[in-house]
């Protein structure tokens, strides 16, 4: 389904959209957000068709560099700790005109932030840059794992 990475962040994209309903729970908004950045953690594994090397890794992430925070965020997703170290790097909120990601966070609803660098910043914010920007400039794919390989002789 996602064979192609600009799929997956325009998903996320939508995920955002979706988050941006004015019937939703705060809870449900903030599933959506983690979905997003899930996908968008994943873009990468796509983007680079299975090379999970550090250089790869490192080289993505110079490109895009809200894409390791991402990454940190669906990850502690996926692996649950027993014990947060600092129970106060993650906050739900509105975004105010202090914040860093006053005019790329998502207006007029509560927004989950987490601590970058020592700053907080709005993950709604992470995705949306991460995301439009990738789609922006990436290439499609040379090929997906979905189109068929020739493995045998043809003459």
Known sequence: MFNDPRTMARAALDLLDL???????VSTIMALELGA??????????????????A?????????PEWGAL???AN????AKSQIADSTATDIRDLSWGDADFWWGSQCRPN?????QDEQRAVSALIASFANRYIEIAKPPATTLSEPKLTANLD
């Open 76 to 79: 502690g997703t996926k692996h």
């Open 112 to 116: 989950l932030f987490v601590m970058v």
């Open 19 to 25: 988050a941006g309903r004015p019937d939703l729970e």
């Open 71 to 73: 990454r940190h965020i």
């Open 56 to 64: 790869g890794h490192e080289a993505f992430k110079a490109v895009f």
């Open 37 to 54: 950045a899930m996908l968008c953690s994943h873009v990468r594994d796509w983007h680079d068709l299975g090379d999970w090397s550090p």
